[in-house]
């Protein structure tokens, strides 16, 4: 089965004092053909272990129970520190509680600062404000105590393209010693905020997280396709070289549903729903003098998801590729028996 692919059918009954219930019957799809673009190597026996320099595995300092024994990944990816509203360095987690854990023997382990945040991200990278400066000096003090720091920013606006690569610039130049990362978008081509060519000039390891094809408000479709992660890697290697370059996989699933009637309602719209829906008085109940009905409605709901086989096959065609880093997002989320691909 090359993909993972289901369709249920919901039955919402909806109570609009505000509970919602759902009832699912399952429906397995196993034919989707935007997966079958890549074949595996004959050599089955080849692909039963797959073989990398480095395998990257991210974590929450909150989860440090989900990091199974005897892990094979050889990095952790630490979060999360973040940026407070004032810009200066936040939630710094404890590397000696994973470390306490006993299961860390052999494996470096990174900080990552991560920020989702436009207005945030500009605050804190622009030198036209005051703490771009101590908040370097301070990820800086906070790294002493990893092997490396990764910047995580998802969402750096175009008019900070410039910021942003020197502000990875005087950042390297702080870490002495230590490994610098940098999470990057996956693109096709090049982009002019996450200009892979500049950031290679300064980071020592990136990492491209190839997923997100679909995201919660697209079309439903694979979060990372093979034949999709294949024209991600193939433009990565136009301009990076491979002792850099780690490629991200996915271990997660994403759901969509054709109808949410779940939201607020103006009076206007909800008479024209009663009327639309041709509901009997029966529903009607007041509670605590406040009207409220239930109602039931089929919802078909769309999930794609990660299991080993589709873990195996991206995996397959980085090896085959000849990339030797990998980077699983993240810890916890994936098929326990996952990681016997990789022992």
Not at 21 to 42: G, N, R
Not at 256 to 262: G, K, R, T
Not at 266 to 289: A, M
Request: hydrophobic content about 40%; some cysteine.
């Amino acid at each position: 089965m090359r993909s993972v692919f289901f369709v249920f059918t919901s039955v919402l009954v909806l109570f609009f004092s505000g509970c919602t219930t759902v009832k699912e019957s399952v429906e397995e799809k196993t034919d989707y053909a935007i997966l079958e673009t890549y074949e595996l190597s004959e050599n089955q026996e080849e692909l039963d272990k797959l073989q990398f320099d480095e395998i990257w595995g991210y974590l929450y300092a909150s989860q440090n129970d989900r990091l199974p024994e005897n892990c094979p990944v050889t990095d952790i990816g630490y979060f999360g520190a973040g940026l407070s509203t004032f810009g200066s360095l936040c939630d710094v987690p404890d590397v000696t509680k994973l470390k306490q854990t006993g299961k860390t023997d052999g494996k470096r382990i990174h900080m990552v600062v991560a920020d989702n945040g436009k207005a945030l991200t500009h605050f804190c990278i622009s030198p036209e404000y005051n703490v771009r400066h101590k908040l370097i000096n301070d990820i800086a003090d906070a790294a002493v105590a990893f092997d490396g720091v990764q910047i995580d920013f998802e969402l750096v606006s175009l008019a900070d393209a410039e910021h942003y690569i020197s502000f990875l610039t005087e950042l390297k130049h702080k870490l002495k010693g230590k490994i610098f990362s940098v999470a990057v978008p996956a693109r096709m081509k090049k982009n002019e905020i996450y200009d892979y060519e500049k950031i290679s000039a300064i980071a020592d390891k990136i990492l491209i997280m190839a997923y997100d094809e679909h995201w919660s408000t697209s079309k439903p479709g694979p979060v990372a396709s093979v034949e999709w992660c294949k024209k991600i890697l193939d433009y990565a290697k136009t301009v990076l070289s491979k002792k850099q370059l780690i490629m991200g996989i996915p271990f997660y699933g994403r759901a969509w549903a054709d109808v949410n009637p779940a939201t607020a309602y103006r009076y206007v719209t909800l008479q024209k729903l009663i009327k639309e829906k041709n509901f009997s008085e029966d529903i009607f109940q007041r509670t605590d003098s406040i009207p409220n009905f239930k109602y039931e409605q089929t919802v078909n709901v769309t999930v794609f998801y990660e299991d080993c086989e589709s873990v195996k096959e991206k995996a397959a065609l980085y090896r085959k590729e000849g990339i030797s880093q990998i980077g699983f997002w993240c810890i916890g989320q994936e098929q326990s028996e996952v990681w016997d691909l990789f022992r």
